[in-house]
T-cell receptor, first 117, second 110 residues
């Protein structure tokens, strides 16, 4: 089954640079979630979009912004990068109205590992 | 707010059963999940359970849910070295984001 695709898989940036992470949800899924997982930490919710509108906001810094496009893919834009932004960034997708999730369906993408030097 | 708790470490011998426990606070949780994460890798969905179920078995995995105590457990039968990973418990309400526990690092000793 098709899964969530994230690109790039690895990204190295320097402090104060910008980065853009992309997420392509499972086909027909209309909701995208972004999570940040620091080293040795559990994933923390950043932001989500449903039908291209922001649906929920978590611990996302003001330096970050995100959007969901007409084809349902989403981009997380990160500016003025700091060392503490080094983390694994996960995207997950869902279809609102999906009441029987299948164990064959990978809700989460493989993640983008961002390293800020 | 919602909170999910897990013990941080578990060590078992190869061939034994592993039981990873999780407690959560949100009584309206709709779905409860177990994810496996190997070093440097993404989150692999292992299994899930609806809040109206109390048990689910899937090959070597057995999930038990005690909704009254808000306690979830994952039992892995015949644990193998390839099962060594971090196991995250997560809860989610319909249409909302996942709330993860801190993860339990399972070490399987030969």
């Amino acid at each position: 089954a098709a899964g969530v695709i994230q690109s790039p898989r690895h990204l190295i940036k320097e402090k104060r640079e910008t980065a853009t992470l992309k997420c392509y949800p499972i086909p027909r899924h209309d909701t995208v979630y972004w999570y940040q997982q620091g080293p040795g930490q559990d994933p923390q919710f950043l932001i989500s979009f449903y039908e291209k509108m922001q649906s929920d906001k978590g611990s996302i810094p003001d330096r970050f912004s995100a959007q969901q496009f007409s084809d349902y893919h989403s981009e997380l834009n990160m500016s003025s990068l700091e060392l503490g932004d080094s983390a694994l960034y996960f995207c997950a997708s869902s279809l609102e109205g999906l009441t029987t999730p299948s164990t064959d369906t990978q809700y989460f993408g493989p993640g983008t590992r961002l390293t800020v030097l | 707010g919602e909170d999910v708790e897990q013990s941080l470490f578990l060590s078992v011998r190869e061939g034994d059963s592993s039981v990873i426990n999780c407690t959560y606070t949100d009584s309206s949780s709709t779905y409860l999940y177990w994810y496996k994460q190997e070093p440097g890798a993404g989150l692999q969905l292992l299994t899930y359970i609806f809040s109206n179920m109390d048990m689910k078995q899937d090959q070597r995995l057995t999930v038990l849910l005690n909704k009254k105590d808000k306690h979830l457990s994952l039992r892995i039968a015949d644990t193998q070295t390839g099962d060594s990973a971090i196991y995250f418990c997560a809860e989610r309400n319909y249409g909302q984001n996942f709330v993860f526990g801190p993860g339990t690092r399972l070490s399987v000793l030969p």
